[in-house]
C-alpha cells in the first residue's frame, strides 16, 4: 500500500501484503511494522500498538468509478450514487 507519504527514507520491504488484516498479523509476528487506517484500530490483534501519526502530510485518496460509454442501467446508476454518497461522507468526517 507504501510507505508514509513525505518519508525521505526508503524502508527495506521484506514482507507485502495486500489486505489490511495480513499486515497486522505480520506486524503482531514481530516482521515489522505498518501505517493503518484509524478506523482498522480496533482490529490490531494481541500485542500490535496502534500509536496516532500527527504533523505529517495529508494522503489524498481518489475514488474511481469506470464504466462502459453506454448508459448506466438503474441498478448501475443507484450503486455509482451510492458510492459518491459514502465518499463524500468519509470525506467530511475526516
Do not use: Y
Amino acid at each position: 500500500m507504501g510507505v508514509w507519504p513525505g518519508l525521505d527514507e526508503r524502508p527495506e520491504i521484506v514482507h507485502t501484503a495486500r489486505d489490511w488484516l495480513a499486515k497486522l498479523q505480520l506486524v503482531a509476528a514481530g516482521c515489522g511494522l505498518t501505517t493503518v487506517p484509524a478506523v482498522l484500530a480496533p482490529a490490531a490483534p494481541v500485542g500490535v500498538r496502534v500509536l496516532p501519526v500527527r504533523g505529517g502530510p495529508q494522503e489524498h485518496r481518489r475514488l474511481l468509478l469506470a464504466h462502459l460509454p453506454d448508459p448506466l442501467t438503474d441498478a448501475a446508476a443507484r450503486t455509482a450514487a451510492a458510492f459518491r454518497t459514502a465518499a463524500i461522507e468519509l470525506d467530511t468526517v475526516r
